[in-house]
């Protein structure tokens, strides 16, 4: 019922930046929460920053202060800024969002790679 597709990844030196962007399209009644995950090699997926529909935000420690999350509601899409990446932010990115149809239901994008070279 509903897809989500990331873009923006790529490879980026330490202190560089890239901009993510995850578009839900599908059928559904609205988009609630959307955020952003994160999985690098040999760890779990962790959660790198959420926002709400009415803008509130929450993000991991590790990302305070250099990535920002905001959204387009007109075009249920969520962005993610990363400023003065590190190597450690190195891993797959996720987009996820909770779309209302009958029911709220959590859904994935495929993800997007994000390199950062020291």
């Known amino acids: 019922q509903v897809q989500l597709v990331e873009s923006g990844g790529g490879l980026v030196q330490a202190g560089g930046s890239l901009r993510l962007s995850c578009a839900a399209s599908?059928?559904?009644?609205?988009?609630?929460?959307m955020g952003w995950y994160r999985q690098a090699p040999g760890k779990q997926r962790e959660l790198v920053a959420v926002?709400?529909?009415?803008?509130?935000?929450n993000y991991a420690d590790s990302v305070k202060g250099r990535f920002t999350i905001s959204r387009d509601n007109a075009k249920n899409t969520v962005y993610l800024q990363m400023n003065s990446l590190k190597p450690e932010d190195t891993a797959v990115y996720y987009c996820?969002?909770?779309?209302?149809?009958?029911?709220?239901?959590?859904?994935w994008g495929q993800g997007t790679q994000v390199t950062v070279s020291s």
């Open positions: 996820n969002a909770h779309a209302q149809t009958i029911n709220i239901i959590s859904y």
């Open positions: 599908g059928r559904f009644f609205r988009i609630n929460a």
């Open positions: 926002i709400t529909s009415g803008g509130i935000t």
